[in-house]
């Protein structure tokens, strides 16, 4: 009698174990070679959720280039000038279904004047224009020819859905008890991992290097250590969630280290690391004083971005859907007048053809160490 109470009180804990799994059937994707073990799991049905959240929206029909340009009919236009009114119309009308479909133009414009740029979320958005064009044409290394528009991060909401703030670190956290590195207590910014729970402020606004893997045997000037490979987890774990895969998507875990071990995804997570430290430190953080309090962090800090505020759980944000060109203007940054007066085009022969040559996920980093 005894014993099956004692088989069943351990059947019940293995099903409580397979719980916490998820529900077979699951499909696997081979990343890497034969035998390298290099597999993502995947659940469709979570797949199929996550794809519905990541449908691109329906483009605007495009609008015509002829007519005078933006800038010589209306009073204060200073990036989009040389675009034609109706094309300038249309970026508008796009613009207003990606940020503020339910406030419409009134919530980034005086109605009663357009010119006008009393509210602060006119000014936010000038910046966040030429932002969205350097993304587009600085950083092909990580966006490809994909892309980014306005929606990839604001999906239909003023806030987008991904930000971060610096966390406020609770009292006592660095007095005579230690440093607790905002460690042991589950975060959701680390996937519930009881991991340093602000790998961002470090690594995507500060330079701080993300390699720990030792070089050399002795500790003298060795940084290398396992709290240091704490931060670095963190914020691997925040990539992996915002990302939606595995460690595996980027590294073979038998040399996390090796470049030449990882498959061609690293590589581009390598740039983007360095884009999303670009965005912070040269657009949202000179914003601070732009935004009012209640859009501020609890430290009064800007809202700041990272993986998750583009790729929102998928590899590719949307899936890879190549919104942005249905936008030329949101591709180059200062926009040359004669090919923006030239009609079908606001990019160059020389744009086009060097889009066209990009590898799908760019080469090894020039800039990488090791
Ligand atoms: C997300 C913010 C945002 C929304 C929503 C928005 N606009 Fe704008 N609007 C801007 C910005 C930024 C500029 C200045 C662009 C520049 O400097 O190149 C601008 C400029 C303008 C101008 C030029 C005014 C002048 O004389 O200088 C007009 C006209 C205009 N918008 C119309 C609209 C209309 C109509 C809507 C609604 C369909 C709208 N906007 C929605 C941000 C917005
Ligand atoms: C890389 C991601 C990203 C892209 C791309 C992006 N934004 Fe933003 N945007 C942000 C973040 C982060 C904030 C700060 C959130 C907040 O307001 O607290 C923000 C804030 C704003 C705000 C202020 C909203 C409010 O109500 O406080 C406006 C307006 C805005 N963005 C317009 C735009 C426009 C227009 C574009 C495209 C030209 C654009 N954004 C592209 C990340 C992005
Ligand atoms: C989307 C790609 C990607 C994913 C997913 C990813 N990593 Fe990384 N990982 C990188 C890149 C890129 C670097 C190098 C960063 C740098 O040097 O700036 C790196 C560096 C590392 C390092 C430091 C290696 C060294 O040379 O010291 C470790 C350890 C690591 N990752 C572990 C992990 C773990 C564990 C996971 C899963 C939780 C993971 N990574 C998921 C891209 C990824
Ligand atoms: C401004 C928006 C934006 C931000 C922020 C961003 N990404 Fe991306 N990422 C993209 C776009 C767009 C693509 C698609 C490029 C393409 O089609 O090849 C992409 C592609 C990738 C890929 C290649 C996917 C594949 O399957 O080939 C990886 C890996 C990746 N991003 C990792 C990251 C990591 C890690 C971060 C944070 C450090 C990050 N991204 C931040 C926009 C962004």
């Known amino acids: 009698m005894k014993r099956i109470h004692v088989m069943v009180a351990g059947l019940a804990a293995i099903c409580g174990l397979l719980a916490g799994c998820e529900r077979p059937p699951v499909d696997t ?26 449908q691109a929206p329906v483009p605007l029909e495009a609008a015509s280039p002829d007519g005078p340009r933006a800038g010589q009919v209306y009073q204060n236009v200073k990036v989009l000038k040389d675009l034609s009114v109706a094309e300038f119309n249309r970026t508008m009308a796009a613009m207003t279904n990606w940020v503020a479909p339910k406030n419409g133009c009134a919530h980034c414009h005086n109605v009663a004047n357009f010119a006008d740029d009393s509210l602060y979320t006119k000014v936010v958005a000038r910046r966040m224009l030429v932002m969205t064009q350097t993304i587009n ?3 092909k290394s990580h966006v490809a020819k994909t892309g980014v528009t306005c929606f990839t991060c604001h999906r239909g909401e003023p806030v987008p859905k991904e930000v971060w703030f610096q966390p406020l670190l609770p009292k006592g956290a660095n007095d005579f008890a230690g440093n607790k590195a905002g460690q042991n ?35 003298a000037g060795n940084r290398q250590s396992i709290k240091q490979a704490e931060w670095t987890y963190a914020l691997m774990m925040h990539m992996s969630k915002s990302l939606g895969v595995n460690c595996t998507q980027c590294h073979n875990t038998r040399s996390l280290g090796s470049w030449e071990n990882s498959s061609p995804p690293r590589v581009t ?16 953080v000179p914003l601070t004083t732009t935004f009012p309090a209640n859009r501020l962090g609890p430290g009064g800090d800007v809202a700041k971005v990272n993986c998750a505020t583009c790729h929102q759980g998928a590899h590719k944000p949307l ?24 009609g079908v085009a606001t990019l160059t022969a020389d744009d086009m053809k060097a889009l066209e040559a990009l590898p799908a996920s760019g080469g090894k980093p020039a800039a990488a160490p090791g």
């Open 137 to 139: 044409s600085d950083w």
């Open 185 to 219: 207590a589950p975060a959701a910014s680390v996937g519930l991992a009881s991991l340093p729970n602000d790998p961002f402020t470090p690594f995507l606004l500060g330079a701080e290097s993300i390699r720990v893997a030792g070089t050399q045997a002795l500790p």
């Open 319 to 342: 899936y890879g859907a190549e919104m942005a060109k249905y936008h030329p203007e949101l591709l180059v940054k200062a926009m040359p007048a004669a090919t923006a007066a030239s």
């Open 269 to 284: 997570a390598w740039h983007g690391i360095r884009m999303a430290r670009e965005l912070n430190l040269e657009f949202m």
């Open 29 to 54: 994707v081979q990343r890497g070679y034969r035998g390298t073990g290099m597999e993502l799991v995947y659940n469709p049905r979570t797949q199929a959720e996550q794809a519905a959240n990541n």
